[in-house]
């Protein structure tokens, strides 16, 4: 079985400040991660994932996660936040070791950021 | 590039009807189609994998016979929430893959909000 955990339901920060989303999983093959962020009624939008490779992955508008297999963790981070990224974070999870396996979602952390 | 849309954007319907809710892949081909349903406040729950041309895999504790899946091509998927009552309203989503079942990144529809009344 697969899961993650999205510790916080929400994260406050000023504006231009760095944030920080944390996320941990559980899988039992190879972890494909992935970031979303949803605004208001609206339906998911992709930001970055994390298959292979480094693991600083660079995302869309700014944001960057660090896969971090030791601590089974892959925090979203931005150097300087802006108040327009005040949304719905979601982290998801899927178990890359061949064969389908369907993602898994966190609970989402509702990111406020403060003028 | 990889743009879903969905249709309608939000219906409000009476105890009883029958509600369909479109999915289509504008801008490429969609193997395989999610759809998921989200509380409020709460995470997606994915209702369903469907796909082209095959019938849907429901999870578990999802009435297949109550949402109905087609994917007739690879740009459609429908949902059909049928005799829809109060505990049926929703926010409903749909992705799709490019990849059938070894999809990557899921690229997400906009939602319908289904409300019944």
């Known amino acids: 079985a697969q899961s993650v955990a999205q510790p916080e339901d929400q994260v406050n920060v000023a504006e231009g400040n760095p944030l920080t989303v944390k996320c941990t999983y559980s899988v039992s093959g190879n972890p494909y991660l992935f970031w979303y962020v949803q605004y208001p009624n609206r339906g998911l939008q992709f930001l970055l994932k994390y298959i292979t490779g480094d693991n600083l992955v660079k995302g869309s508008y700014g944001f960057e996660a660090e896969f971090n297999k030791s601590q089974t963790s892959f925090h979203l981070k931005k150097p300087s936040a802006l108040v327009s990224d005040s949304a719905l974070y979601f982290c998801a999870v899927r178990d890359g070791s061949g064969g389908y396996q369907k993602v898994t979602f966190g609970t989402g952390t509702k990111l406020q950021v403060i003028p | 590039g990889a743009v879903v849309s969905q249709h309608p954007s939000w219906v409000i319907c009476k105890s009883g009807t029958s509600v369909k809710i479109e999915c289509r892949s504008l801008d490429f081909q969609a193997t395989t189609m999610f759809w998921y349903r989200q509380f409020p406040k709460q995470s997606l729950m994915l209702m369903a994998t469907s796909n082209e041309g095959s019938k849907a895999t429901y999870e578990q504790g999802v009435e297949k016979d109550k949402f109905l899946i087609n994917h007739a091509s690879l740009t459609l998927s429908t949902l059909t929430v049928t005799s829809a009552h109060p505990e049926d309203s929703s926010f409903y989503i749909c992705?799709?893959?490019?990849?059938?079942?070894?999809?990557?990144?899921?690229?997400f529809g906009p939602g319908t909000r289904l409300t019944v009344l």
């Open positions: 992705s799709a893959g490019t990849s059938g079942g070894r999809t990557d990144t899921q690229y």
